[in-house]
C-alpha cells in the first residue's frame, strides 16, 4: 500500500454521463497531481493541486476538472463522457509544491461504453 | 512546452544480459530526473533518480547518467531477472519551481528472455 488512496477501482459508465474520481494523498503530503493512461500509453499529466490551489495544468481537457479540498483530498470530475476517455487515471502525492519523487496510489479504471 | 522522449518503445534481452533505456529532454530547466516502473495492471513505482548535480547514480543492478550538456539521460540495468520485465517510464521536471510538474516519456516495455 503506498499510502495513495484512490476510489474507486473499477468505473464503467455509459457515454455523455458524467463521473467524480476521488484521491486521498499520503499522511504529510501537500500536493495531488492527476495523471491519465490510456491502453499502452504513457502517463498524460492532467493538472496539479498544492495546498488547496491550482499550481499546474496539462493538457486537460475543458470537460474535466478538478479540486483539492481542505482536508486535502482532491476529486477530478470528468463530465459528457466519450469512449476515449476510457482510461486509467492515476493520482500522486508529494510533500511540497515541488514535485519530488512522487508517490502513485493504484489508480481508478475508466470504461466508457 | 516541455517533452521527454523515450527509446526504445519495446525492449528485449536474454536474462543475465544488460538493458539500456535512453530519454532526451527539451526543458534545459530541468534538474530532477526520476525513473518508474510500471508492472501489468499496478501503479507506477519509483525505482531511481538523478538530480541534476550528479553525473551518475548506482543502485545495486540498476544505475542512471545524466549528461546536461546533451540533455540526454539513461537507465542501465544489468545481470536482467525475469522480474525485471515490465514497462519503465523516464521523467524530467523543474523542481524549486511553480512549474514542478514530471513529465513522462511514453515508456519502455522491456522483456526478459529465459
Known amino acids: 500500500d503506498s499510502g495513495v488512496t484512490q476510489t474507486p477501482k473499477h468505473l464503467i459508465t455509459a457515454t455523455g454521463q458524467r463521473v467524480t474520481l476521488r484521491c486521498s494523498p499520503r499522511?504529510?503530503?501537500?500536493?495531488v497531481y492527476w495523471y491519465q493512461q490510456s491502453l499502452d500509453q504513457g502517463l498524460q499529466f492532467l493538472i496539479q493541486?498544492?495546498?488547496?490551489?491550482?499550481?499546474a495544468k496539462g493538457n486537460i481537457l475543458e470537460r474535466f476538472s478538478a479540486q483539492q479540498f481542505p482536508d486535502l483530498h482532491s476529486e477530478l470530475n470528468l463530465s459528457s463522457l466519450e469512449l476515449g476517455d476510457s482510461a486509467l487515471y492515476f493520482c500522486a502525492s508529494s510533500v511540497g509544491r515541488e514535485s519530488y519523487g512522487y508517490t502513485f496510489g493504484s489508480g481508478t479504471r475508466l470504461t466508457v461504453v | 512546452g516541455e517533452n521527454v522522449e523515450q527509446h526504445p518503445s519495446t525492449l528485449s534481452v536474454q536474462e543475465g544480459d544488460s538493458a539500456v533505456i535512453k530519454c532526451t529532454y527539451s526543458d534545459s530547466a530541468s534538474n530532477y530526473f526520476p525513473w518508474y516502473k510500471q508492472e501489468l495492471g499496478k501503479r507506477p513505482q519509483l525505482i531511481i533518480d538523478?538530480?541534476?548535480?550528479?553525473g551518475e547514480k548506482k543502485d545495486q543492478r540498476i544505475a542512471v547518467t545524466l549528461n546536461k550538456t546533451a540533455k540526454h539521460f539513461s537507465l542501465h540495468i544489468t545481470e536482467t531477472q525475469p522480474e525485471d520485465s515490465a514497462v519503465y517510464f523516464c521523467a524530467a521536471s523543474r523542481r524549486g519551481s511553480s512549474a514542478s510538474k514530471i513529465i513522462f516519456g511514453s515508456g519502455t516495455r522491456l522483456s526478459i528472455r529465459p
Open positions: 499522511s504529510g503530503d501537500l500536493s
Open positions: 538523478i538530480r541534476s548535480n550528479v
Open positions: 493541486y498544492y495546498n488547496g490551489e491550482e499550481r
